[in-house]
């Protein structure tokens, strides 16, 4: 018996031994705490000693159980957040004399959700709430510069952090940074933006999705639904928001652009012309827009051709040509045009080839006279594209698919030195090497 007593004393000594040690870390690192504050500018040091002193104090099994450890903790983790937000935003200090912690604003706002859930006196509970909203400024701080700095998940981890906190701030009567109706509503926008741009649609969507429900007064939440939920479902179901964003905001060319590449995605090309010369009426100098007008004109060309349409194939290809001139006119080196031109000449002679196999069998007069005169058209049309290919490799001269244009054209005329040389070129490329200087000079 006596000897049990002897050990149940000592496994309470040992307990009582270790509850000493972690509050009297805790305590060391509140006096550390407040060492530096007394002098920030030359007591850094005292700011490590308080990391070393709570960390020590959280991890023992009985400090960690008590609510002024995870206080203590969430003071000085704000505190180095305090002084990283001053840093960067006044640009006086040095970072690296700070303790080296992760996320401190995070780990602030946790050591006082976790002194709240443990806090067994209301003083204790007041003080941990008090923390929170020192924690608000820094999460939303240090927040923006990550994303800023195109950290887009850790951004969104800190914006969510600052609305979790006012939840909590607002559950126990007290005041938040978002407690005006504008603040908390861009909270949401920005919060949800991290998270798409960080590619966490399932987390962006409630954040779009409350504003969307109030119509909050940004056309970039239609866009953000828009994208989300065409990858839940499709395309076309998700439609529905642009399509509101686009009566909301006419004038909104970030919209506008979402909803021309929708429709290219889904390959509705004639819904695509109106919406193109609108985009090119707001913004005349994007050359993208003139080029890609002319891809839509020659996709329909082609259509048409193909259906037997001639009349309307010729329009949509004379369109097609005028739309990759003007992208030319606005930037002579923008290539996409530059090539587009050449494959407009090149599919054209193709198309016309299919034609020509037709009268191969043809051998009376009338028969071989056509079959010459298809011929030498469609010489002409490779004749017309040869030099926007040429002009297209002296640009881009590892392209694959001006060199394959190049090598066919020289072929057909016969130039085999040429086209060996465009073959020897391609053979480089699909290697997974690289020319190192084009064959053609620029213009």
């Not at 529905?240 to 429709?263: C, K, Q, T, W």
């Not at 194939?313 to 739309?323: M, R």
Request: proline fraction near 3%; hydrophobic fraction near 40%; aromatic fraction near 10%.
């Amino acid at each position: 018996m006596k000897k049990l007593i002897f050990g149940l004393l000592a496994i309470f000594l040992i307990t009582a031994l270790n509850a000493q040690d972690g509050e009297k870390a805790q305590r060391q690192a509140a006096r550390a705490l407040g060492a530096f504050n007394l002098d920030p500018a030359n007591n850094k040091e005292k700011l490590k000693e308080a990391v070393a002193e709570i960390q020590a104090a959280e991890n023992d099994p009985v400090s960690a159980k008590m609510a002024k450890t995870w206080a203590t903790k969430g003071e000085i983790f704000n505190e180095i957040a305090n002084q990283i937000v001053a840093i960067r935003q006044l640009g006086i200090g040095d970072e690296s004399e700070l303790p080296q912690v992760e996320n401190p604003a995070r780990q602030a706002a946790e050591a006082f959700m976790k002194a709240f859930e443990m806090a067994e006196k209301k003083y204790e509970q007041k003080d941990a709430l008090k923390g929170m909203q020192i924690a608000q400024g820094n999460l939303s701080n240090i927040g923006i510069f990550l994303y800023e700095a195109g950290q887009y998940h850790e951004a969104f981890v800190n914006f969510k952090e600052v609305v979790d906190l006012h939840n909590i701030l607002k559950d126990n009567k007290e005041k938040s940074a978002l407690d005006e109706e504008a603040d908390y509503n861009n909270q949401l926008y920005i919060t949800g933006l991290a998270a798409l741009n960080a590619e966490e649609a399932g987390e962006a969507k409630g954040f779009f999705q409350k504003l969307y429900d109030i119509k909050y007064d940004k056309p970039a939440i239609y866009e953000a639904l828009y994208k989300i939920k065409a990858e839940e479902s499709s395309p076309e179901e998700a439609y529905a928001y642009l399509e509101e964003g686009r009566r909301l905001f006419p004038e909104d060319v970030s919209l506008l652009f979402a909803e021309i590449n929708h429709f290219l995605r889904i390959n509705k090309l004639d819904e695509l012309i109106g919406k193109l010369k609108t985009a090119i009426d707001k913004e005349p100098e994007n050359v993208s827009l003139y080029s890609t007008l002319g891809n839509v004109y020659d996709n329909l060309y082609q259509a048409s051709q193909k259906a037997g349409e001639t009349e309307k194939a010729n329009e949509y290809f004379e369109n097609a040509k005028d739309y990759y001139n003007q992208a030319m006119k606005k930037d002579p080196n923008y290539v996409d045009a530059i090539y587009s031109i050449g494959a407009l000449y090149y599919n054209k002679a193709a198309a016309m080839t299919l034609e020509l196999n037709k009268l191969a069998d043809d051998y009376s007069k009338e028969g071989i006279a056509k079959y010459e005169k298809l011929k030498k058209d469609i010489f002409a049309e490779f004749d017309h594209a040869l030099p926007y290919f040429q002009q297209a490799e002296a640009l881009a001269p590892n392209d694959v698919n001006t060199l394959i244009a190049l090598k066919e054209i020289y072929a057909r005329k016969d130039d085999l030195p040429m086209s060996n040389e465009f073959k020897k070129r391609l053979d480089v490329v699909q290697g997974g090497g690289a020319n190192e200087a084009p064959y053609f000079k620029k213009n």
